[in-house]
Structures are given as C-alpha cells and as structure tokens.
C-alpha cells in the first residue's frame, strides 16, 4: 500500500503547487471570464465577455498581429538555426570560436535584448546616426522604421536573434548524435548534396527541432515585455492588450482582460496540439 | 516540555506571519498627552492648537510614504525628523512603501478586521485615486485643514485645496505640495509658442519632432486634459460623474478629437505610436528623435541637464490658457493613535520654512501663496537658482484640474477617436 502511494507522495510538492497555482489560477480566470464573481453579486454566469472581445475590432487585430508575430519569428528562428547547425558541424578553423559566438546570448534575458534593439535600430540609434554620419541617408530620421513599426520587425528580430542559438543548441546536439555515417552512406549511393539532406538529415533532426520550436511558438504567443518594449501603440501584441484592460480601472473591464487570457491559453494550447499533430504525421511519412 | 515550547512559539510566529502583524519597528504608542486632560479621539474638534501640542509633545507617528526617491526619503527622514523633534518632541518613524496603494489597503485590512483605534498608520503621504478610495469607504479623519496654524499661507479658495481629482476634499487631507505640467523644449532648435492653437501649428512646421505619451499613461492622460478643456471650452463641467455629463461629452469631445487628428501627420512616427510613457518620450528626446517632451517634475528639466542627459539648451514652458496640475497631500487614518501629532507635522510642512525646503532640496513647487510669506522666506524664494530651464514660478498659467471620473472616459476615447482612427 506504502509502496504504492510512495511516487504521489513525493511528487506531492511539485503537483500541489501546479494543481494550486496553475489550475486554481486558470478556474478562476474562467470563472471571472464567465462574469461569475459571488464575492461582488455575480453569480449568473454568461459568455458576454468572450462575445464582447470577438467582436471587438481592437481585440482581432491584435489576436492577428500576435498569432504573426509568434508564426514569423519561429518559423525564422528554425530556418536559421537548422542552416547554422548544419554549417557549424563542418570542421574548420575557428570552428570553436564561431560555436561559441553562436551560442553566446542563450543566457542574456531578453529584456536586455530589447534594450540592445532600441540602441541599435531605432531612429536616433547607432545605425541611424552611423548611416547618417556615412552619408548613405541625409538625416537620422530618415533610417526605415524597424522598432515600434507596422510590420513589428523590431520585435521579430528580437526574438530570432533570442531563439536561434536556443533552437541552435538542439540541432547541435542531436546533429552531434546521429553522426555523419548516415551521410556517408548516402553519398557512397550517389545522393548529392541536396538530396542527403532532405532525405537523410532532415528526417532524423525533424521531430527535435519540431518539439523545440513548438516552446518558442508558445513563448512568443504569450510572452508581454518584448512588443511592450518594442511594440506600437496600437494594434498591441494580445497580452499587452490583456494586461492593459486588467489594470484599467474600471472594474467592468475585468472579465474581458481574464477571457483575453484564456483565449490565449486556448489558443497556445491548440497550436501545440496542432504542431505536435503536423509532426508526428511529417516523421511517420519520412 | 522544551520540545512542546518549540510547537508552540512556531505555531505563534506561523500566527502572527499569517495575520500580517504590525511591522517590528513601528513602536509602542506613548500618552504623554493623556495626563493634560483634552484628546483628540475624545474632544475633537473642541481643542485649540496648543492643546493639540500638548497632546503631540513625546508621541512618535508611523508616516506610510513611496520611498522610491532619495531626496524626499532624507527630507523626511532627516530634515523634518529633526525639527519634529527639536520643536515639538514628535519622532517621526518613516515606513516607506513602493505604492502608496499599499497603505490604503493596509487601512482598509484593519478596519475590516476591526482595528478601529490603535492602527499601525498615523500619516500617509497621498493624493487621487489612493485619497479618494479612503474618503469613499469613511476610513479618514478631519475635517481638520483649517485648524492648522499654517493654513494661512494657502489660498483656501483654491481648487488645489478644495478639490482633488475633481472629489471633494471636506478637510480630510492637508495640501503639502502641487506639482503643474510643463513642456520641454530644446531652445537651440525650437522657439514654440504658447497658445495651443499656434503651438500645434508650429509642430506641423517642424514636422516629427513632437509626441506625447499614450494615454492611460499618468503625463499623456495629463496633457489631453489640458487639450479637452480648450477645445471644449468647458473646464468645471467635466468633474463631475460621467453619468452626469456623458451626454455633453459625446457632443463637445469630436473638437478634441478633430484636432488631434489634425496634428497627427505631424507628430512623430506620424501619430501611429506613441511613446509608452515620460521615460520613452525622453529617451527619444535623448536620441534626437524629438525635440519636445513633457512632465509633471518641476526640478526634473534642471536635473536632466546637470546629469548630461539633456543638452544645455532645454527649457520649459506652459501654454497660456493653462495647464493640468495636481497635488500631494498628507492625511490621518480614522484608526492613527496618533492624531496630534500627526496634525502637528501636517502643519510643519506647510510652514514657509519647509515649503522654501520643498522646493531647494526636493524640487517640488509649494503649496502656499508665496505673496502671503514673511519678506525674508520671499527674497529666499526669489533667490533661488533653480536654473534656466525651470519655469519661473511668477509665470504660472492657470492651475487645472485633473479629472476624477470622467479619466477613463477621456481615455478610452482619446484610443478609439485618435490612437485607433
């Protein structure tokens, strides 16, 4: 009997706090979203909220702008990391250097990443005042708008810059694993340089870089410092949005913010589900 | 037994840690002003001010203050602490907090759970929202502004010491400093001028150099305030209740809005974002981006360009029809055992000496007339080198009020007619 409630006891700890936290949190997220509060009269819960933001132009542009924002950057981020993986396994002089360059900014935050964005690449930042001092535009102001901007290229850059080393560090590491015996052998069959990556390494690095790539999908959908620091003022990347109707003060806004938080979660959710789908069926075709 | 004392006292700290005691350093209240007979819990208002002296001599006040700026912390820390103690044996104990929220809920928490005359709060240092919370659920004491010695140096027909954020103030909380919007401006490249029909005009003539923060942020909600009262034409009518003045709102607020579509070309970015608050705007200001920013710090323009931040040519200005302000004040909890004392060191610092203190040491603007001053506190503030880019306290504009509940109105349309057109 001991012996059988042993692991639960010792994963008590852990499973109290996301049981608690997580969970208690997200009940009573819903709970508000629902507009059902008994401590201030609300005890007939409804969807108003939920209707109230779904048809709120606000709130669609920027459940656009997010979805763009976390689908670009990923998409970026692994495209760059897979190609800088596959240079970096070569051998060549420096080779040590160069992986360690790459590899430098996976412990800077990315707050400070964000600051370095705005130093270099806004109007008045380094590059401004170094094109302007080169003559290439004729005043700073001129430089093309790259933070605070339509196409949020400030914030994009920021997190591929951020996640490439991260996703970089898996590629590496299962790259490392696999050997290039695989390769070899394709070679001896006539596969050129082409035709052994798509058909040989690409399948074995897929589902790593795939399970990788769903954390930083998940990350840039919810995550709040980056388009605040770097974002425009409307339309504002969706937990901005959410925080802003959760400090405003007028207390009808509460059940909107909370529904904003849920649909993220829900829409993080089915996104992993949907990726974890889309790679299992890609590794079972390979 | 050892053992059994061991439970025992964790289960006490446990206690104690969840019913969120008292802090250790506030210290046991004293009643030296017991023995003279009259007390401000049992008589008040029937006191004269030396009896509240009385009362005051030897009581030590917990003073809740934000203690996020070094020179306001050693101000009352050290320098009023000193002359508490030298002229009235007051010992004022400094608990600072990172928002002064916190103090409104640590008195609302006691007076739920019944603490209704020994509370840990003997002087909060407040304004708005925080004061209004308090008034609203009956948690202050007073009326007791017009008692202070002291209050003959302010303009009691002032709206500073009426009204705050458009409530009425009923005496509950005593005027301490005001603090009135300026805008900066780098004088090298730019000569604004201040009606804000020709200013706007002459920011579309220097197109991108100017932008303010977005609203709900504190300066930018501050400066379309300024805006709706002379586009509207209306300034008391928007401090009542929205329930009451919606209706006019709806009607007079498009000229509001069409202008700052009007002027939206030419600001930075060409309106389509706004800085997040006082800080992006002077970062870009920093940058060169712009050549404007605004603030409701009046030492702050002085400060900046002694740290190097800004160039050696900025300087202030206000528009001539007006602009926003608002004020701090001090107020006494319902439950402070304190309350002499605390109505002491509330007229200490209005007093022409500390007032002058205000402005040298913090770089705040007084609360008082300073017309009404003894000559030499006058010559003093005269004398005073505050610098070029503070603006001269003898060209003050009008003082207006900041909104109380219609705010998030203004704001909320200021998003959807302006941000989001």
């Known amino acids: 009997m001991m012996e059988r409630l042993r692991p639960y006891l010792m994963l008590s700890p852990a499973l109290l706090i996301i049981i608690l936290f997580f969970l208690g949190g997200l009940g009573v997220g819903l709970m508000r979203s629902l507009n059902y509060m008994p401590i201030i009269g609300l005890t007939e819960p409804n969807l108003d909220a939920y209707v109230g933001i779904l048809t709120d132009r606000t709130f669609l542009r920027s459940l656009g702008l997010t979805l763009y924002i976390a689908i670009a950057s990923t998409a970026i981020s692994m495209t760059l990391a897979v190609a800088s993986g596959l240079l970096l396994r070569r051998s060549f002089r420096g080779k040590q250097v160069m992986t360690f360059l790459f590899q430098l900014n996976l412990p800077i935050p990315h707050i400070v990443g964000a600051i370095g964005i705005l130093f270099l690449f806004t109007q008045g930042g380094f590059l401004a005042r170094a094109a302007h001092a080169i003559h290439l535009i004729e005043q700073p102001a001129d430089f093309p708008e790259l933070v605070f901007d339509r196409y949020a290229i400030g914030i994009i850059a920021e997190y591929v810059w951020k996640e490439i080393p991260f996703i970089g560090v898996v590629v590496l590491a299962i790259l490392q694993a696999v050997g290039d015996e695989y390769e070899a052998l394709a070679q001896t069959l006539g596969a050129n340089r082409w035709q052994r990556f798509r058909h040989v390494l690409l399948p074995l690095i897929l589902p790593g870089v795939l399970s990788v790539s769903v954390i930083v999908l998940a990350f840039t959908l919810g995550a709040y410092e980056i388009p605040f620091m770097l974002g425009r003022s409307f339309p504002q990347a969706l937990p901005v949005l959410a925080v802003r109707s959760y400090t405003d003060p007028d207390l009808n806004q509460r059940p909107q913010a909370m529904a904003m938080a849920i649909v993220i979660t829900v829409l993080s959710t089915l996104l992993i589900l949907a990726y974890m789908e889309l790679s299992r069926r890609i590794v079972r075709k390979e | ?421």
């Not at chain 2, 900046?304 to 926003?324: C, H, K, N, Q, S």
Request: net charge negative; with cysteine.
């Open chain 2, 1 to 421: 037994m050892p053992r059994r004392f061991h439970c025992f006292s964790i289960l006490v700290v446990l206690l104690l840690l969840l019913a969120g005691c008292q802090p250790v350093s506030a210290p046991a209240p004293t009643n030296a002003g017991q023995a003279l007979g009259k007390h401000v819990d049992a008589d008040w208002p029937d006191m004269s001010w030396d009896e509240v002296l009385a009362e005051a001599s030897g009581q030590t006040i917990n003073w809740y203050h934000w203690g996020g700026s070094d020179q306001w912390n050693e101000f009352i820390g050290v320098t009023l602490n000193h002359q508490a103690q030298e002229l009235y044996n007051i010992t004022i104990n400094p608990v600072h907090v990172n928002d002064t929220a916190e103090v409104v809920n640590k008195v609302l928490g006691e007076a739920e759970a019944g603490r209704n005359a020994d509370g840990s709060v003997d002087l909060i240092w407040i304004n708005a929202e925080n004061f209004i919370t308090l008034q609203q659920a009956d948690l202050l004491f007073g009326p007791y502004t017009d008692v202070l010695p002291n209050v003959e140096y302010i303009d009691t027909s002032s709206g500073y010491y009426n009204y705050d954020a458009g409530r009425a103030i009923s005496g509950q909380e005593s005027l301490w400093g005001t603090s009135q919007m300026v805008i900066e401006y780098d004088s090298a490249v730019l000569n604004p001028p201040t009606n804000i029909y020709d200013f706007f005009r002459y920011v579309c003539d220097n197109p991108g150099k100017f932008t303010y923060p977005a609203p709900p942020d504190f300066t930018g909600t501050g400066f379309i305030t300024t805006l709706l009262y002379y586009y509207t034409g209306q300034t008391d009518l928007w401090l009542g209740s929205p329930a009451d003045v919606q209706a006019q709102f709806d009607e007079l607020a498009p000229a509001l809005w069409e202008a700052l579509n009007d002027i939206k070309p030419c600001l930075w970015r060409g309106g389509e974002t706004y800085p997040n608050d006082v800080t992006e705007l002077r970062e870009l200001v920093k940058n060169g981006e712009v050549a404007f920013a605004m603030t409701f710090g009046y030492g702050d323009t002085t400060n900046l360009i002694a740290d190097g931040v800004y160039p050696e040519t900025m300087r202030t200005m206000m528009f001539d029809t007006g602009m926003v302000a608002n004020a701090h004040y001090v107020a006494i909890p319902f439950n402070s055992p304190h309350k002499a004392a605390a109505m002491v060191i509330a007229n200490l610092i209005q007093s022409p000496e500390n007032q002058l203190a205000l402005m040298r040491d913090v770089g705040g603007t007084p609360a008082v007339v300073i017309s009404r001053l003894p000559q030499e506190i006058q010559d003093a503030f005269a004398a005073l080198d505050l610098g070029p880019a503070a603006y001269p306290l003898d060209q003050f504009t009008p003082a207006l009020p900041q909104l109380g509940d219609m705010q998030p109105v203004l704001e909320q349309g200021w998003r959807a007619n302006v941000l989001e057109k």
